[in-house]
């Protein structure tokens, strides 16, 4: 009877491990269901018979023309995303009334060399255009702002596909509507990628000039403009009129002729490269942008605590015209500032996001990183929809996670471990919400003054969030262990994220570290086999090299075309930095080398040589010339950056490859997770047996 306890013991400890590993805490990686997030943040409700016209376009005016084309004359519309499973999605975007007579069937395009009875290996749809099908209400138009009348088609190409022979060659093709379409080349053994991150044109209202309308004084005869936000903007329970605007409208905007992303992806594309290696934030229009519009963004004033605005106009009132919403009104019913080309919907999308980019994404494949701008409550939806790599059709109405886990995209010779961090928040909004000017940022130190040791900008001084950066630590600390396991399998590793894990700042007095709760998650072995870090976030471009390749190099490719922050750290103090990150005990420590930071947009091109090693250039955008210019270069040697322990068996201890070494699944990771429980489980069975 003990031992049959035992064992019971043992499999008990079995299932909660599987079931703690499986709970991550709600707060932080919750499944959230459409209905619970829109009546929460976004939901609009009904008021009364009363009809709602207010249109951006007529309240906030149109200066100029958004150069963004009607989408109906590029569909369908195909690119590739590579998977958690390192697998090629070959994704279509069509119209959604496309619809095949003779089968009766939803019609999605189909590859030229579809054999009969291969059903599996046909493109389905992942999304019909359909509200229903999204988990929303048809009858119900406060839901338009969230609209995608498109229809998404997806096929894996896995080891087993019969396309796998033509992607790779470049020679698989798609038909559709009598057509021939090409699929982007998916190379089994790339040595050039593109490194590309935040895109999208910078668009964030927080006042439009509404006044008392903002106000609750309808028992004046006034308006109540104080109702649920959509887009940041809140709703109004009466219509008004544009002379009923009494305020200077305020945020944080970009000027559309500012924003270079197309010239900048239409560059890249020309590069000829095999792989887009993107790190986040895609969408950036979250609102409206009224005429006149003053950018007054806050910044932090390290010196007193304060913030202080830096008052600008910028011009960007051309995304407000809304004249295609029409096929996305459902009734009479409407509510104020219906979206123009901006907003987490298809428009948005396709204005900010897949129009600029269309050039690149028809001809290269893209590993889709995951950025603060595509959390669930600001562009989940269309990251979710479109560029989310994993499947969570799980029959409920979910449509967004807070964040998940690591993932590894394998090839021949390297493999990009792709960590989603957009969850975080930083101490006081993190550096980019600072003020940063050449004058109060420390040079170079004279002859034997000490070097400068950036500081830590501690998220317990907030205690307020205690509770959450706990939660965080927590979490990414269990992720940066996945890493660490997945960097196993090859000698080179690229780290793939959104937030700088080893990056500098300066917040007016002092050069500052970027992420403080990454860094907090990790070892003195988290990094010891990844050769760089691909980041974005700050909108700026940042390389760091340290000495002996004590750390990973830092690439920062934050400068994809989205408003550029001002980043005017001393050229000469970054041969005289001594980065320290993380927990004391860990002694994570470097200095730096040789580096850049530049606020000027661009990309990085890395290739891989004949030695393995690989070069990597910078290149920033001259707008006078209309071209690319060469701004820096770096050296990733090749093999192991640090002669750490490398126990990786066949194929990575378990992880199942495709034709060319692309990663499948990770069995190890889950056996090295149940180890800890396994052995205090034999401890159990142990005492129980005396």
């Not at 015209?321 to 459902?330: A, K, L, W, Y």
């Not at 690989?614 to 290149?619: I, N, P, T």
């Amino acid at each position: 009877m003990v031992r049959l306890s035992a064992v019971l013991v043992f499999f008990t400890c079995i299932a909660n491990a599987i079931a703690k590993e499986e709970d991550i805490s709600p707060s932080i990686n919750q499944h959230h269901r459409r209905e619970d997030q829109l009546s929460s943040v976004y939901d609009v409700p009904y008021y009364g018979n009363e009809t709602f016209v207010a249109q951006p376009s007529e309240i906030l005016g149109v200066n100029g023309d958004d150069p963004t084309p009607d989408y109906h004359d590029y569909l369908p519309y195909i690119y590739v995303v590579f998977g958690s499973q390192g697998f090629p999605h070959v994704r279509a975007i069509v119209e959604p009334e496309d619809f095949n007579a003779d089968t009766q069937e939803d019609e999605c395009p189909q590859p030229l060399n579809l054999q009969s009875g291969k059903d599996d290996e046909k493109l389905k749809p992942l999304y019909d255009g359909t509200e229903d099908s999204l988990g929303f209400s048809s009858s119900d138009p406060s839901k338009m702002p969230y609209r995608f009348p498109v229809k998404i088609c997806e096929l894996i190409v896995d080891e087993n596909s019969i396309h796998l022979e033509d992607i790779g060659l470049g020679n698989m093709k798609l038909s559709h509507n009598n057509k021939t379409y090409d699929v982007p080349q998916v190379k089994l053994n790339p040595s050039k990628f593109i490194l590309l991150g935040d895109t999208g044109m910078r668009i964030k209202p927080t006042n439009l000039g509404l006044g008392k309308l903002g106000e609750d004084n309808t028992a004046d005869g006034g308006f109540n403009c104080d109702g649920p936000q959509v887009y940041g903007v809140k709703q109004c329970l009466t219509n008004f009129t544009k002379e009923e605007l009494t305020e200077t409208p305020e945020g944080s905007f970009q000027n559309l002729d500012n924003w270079y992303f197309k010239d900048i992806a239409d560059s890249a594309a020309k590069e000829d490269a095999d792989v887009v290696v993107f790190v986040g934030d895609y969408l950036y229009r979250q609102g409206p942008c009224p005429t006149g519009a003053v950018n007054t963004a806050k910044v932090y004033n390290a010196t007193d605590g304060t913030t202080i605005s830096k008052n600008e106009v910028k011009e960007c009132s051309a995304v407000n015209d809304n004249s295609h919403m029409n096929e996305t009104i459902q009734s009479q019913h409407m509510m104020n500032f219906v979206p123009g080309t901006y907003g987490d919907n298809w428009y948005g999308w396709w204005a900010d996001w897949f129009y600029p980019a269309m050039n690149l994404l028809r001809t290269t494949p893209i590993i889709p990183g995951r950025g603060n701008h595509e959390i669930c409550t600001r562009g989940g939806f269309g990251f979710f929809l479109f560029m989310f790599p994993y499947d969570i059709d799980d029959g409920s109405t979910n449509y967004c996670l807070d964040n998940y886990p690591p993932y590894a995209v394998r090839f021949e010779h390297e493999q990009f471990l792709v960590m989603d961090d957009s969850i975080i928040n930083p101490l006081r909004g993190g550096v980019d919400h600072y003020m940063n000017t050449l004058e109060g940022c420390p040079g170079a130190p004279e002859d034997g003054q000490p070097l400068i040791v950036p500081k830590r900008e501690n998220r317990y001084l907030d205690p307020k969030n205690a509770e959450e950066t706990e939660e965080q630590v927590e979490l990414f600390t269990r992720w940066f262990k996945d890493i660490e396991f997945l960097s196993l399998d090859r000698e080179t590793n690229f780290y793939v994220g959104h937030r700088p894990v080893l990056g500098i700042g300066c917040n007016y007095t002092d050069v500052v570290t970027l992420d403080w709760t990454l860094q907090q998650s990790l070892t003195n072995t988290t990094f010891d086999r990844i050769s760089a870090l691909i980041t974005g976030h700050m909108h700026w471009l940042e390389v760091l090299e340290f000495e002996d390749n004590v750390l990973p190099a830092q690439m920062i490719v934050g400068n994809g075309g989205t408003m550029m922050i001002e980043n005017k750290i001393d050229q000469s103090s970054i041969f005289y930095i001594n980065l320290t990150v993380g927990k004391e005990e860990y002694g994570i420590h470097g200095r730096v080398k040789r580096g850049i930071t530049k606020s000027a947009f661009g990309y990085g091109i890395m290739e891989r040589q004949d030695d393995l090693s690989y070069e990597v250039q910078f290149k920033t955008w001259q707008a006078d010339k209309g071209s690319m210019a060469n701004q820096f270069n770096l050296t990733i040697p090749a093999g192991l950056r640090k002669n750490a322990k490398a126990d990786a068996t066949e194929d990575g201890g378990g992880q199942a490859t495709m034709p060319g070494g692309n990663v499948i699944v990770s069995s190890g990771d889950i056996q090295s997770r149940l180890l800890p429980f396994i052995v205090g489980a034999f401890f159990v069975i142990v005492y129980l047996c005396n």
